[in-house]
């Protein structure tokens, strides 16, 4: 049975950093990310690795955000650096293999003004 959990989120102002972490068990992944969702709007991608270390952002996080995978550990982490209010949101960790595609619980990020 596959699980994600996931850690690292709260409560930090405008300009500060938080970092997020996600371990995996039950399988190994070709895709690991994060994606997000604040209220009133759809589910976005933050940022994706693959097992191979090539990675991808969304442009809103480009140059502040930094996705990072350990194989050994099936993690996954994001280091959000200069984060800004409209960066609030539920962060989702996701993981693919193959067809399936699995989700965390979910971690509140909060970034006050």
């Known amino acids: 049975q596959v699980q994600l959990v996931e850690s690292g989120g709260g409560l930090v102002q405008a300009g500060g950093s938080l970092r997020l972490s996600c371990t995996a068990s039950?399988?190994?992944?070709?895709?690991m990310g994060w994606y997000r969702q604040a209220p009133g709007k759809q589910r976005e991608l933050v940022a994706s690795i693959t097992s191979g270390g090539n990675t991808n952002y969304a442009d809103s996080v480009k140059g502040r955000f930094t996705i990072s995978r350990d194989n050994a550990k099936n993690a996954v982490y994001l280091q959000m650096n200069s984060l800004k209010p409209e960066d609030t949101a539920v962060y989702y960790c996701?993981?693919?293999?193959?067809?399936?595609?699995?989700w965390g619980q979910g971690t509140q990020v909060t970034v006050s003004s």
């Open positions: 039950g399988s190994s992944f070709s895709i």
């Open positions: 996701n993981a693919r293999v193959l067809w399936h595609n699995y």
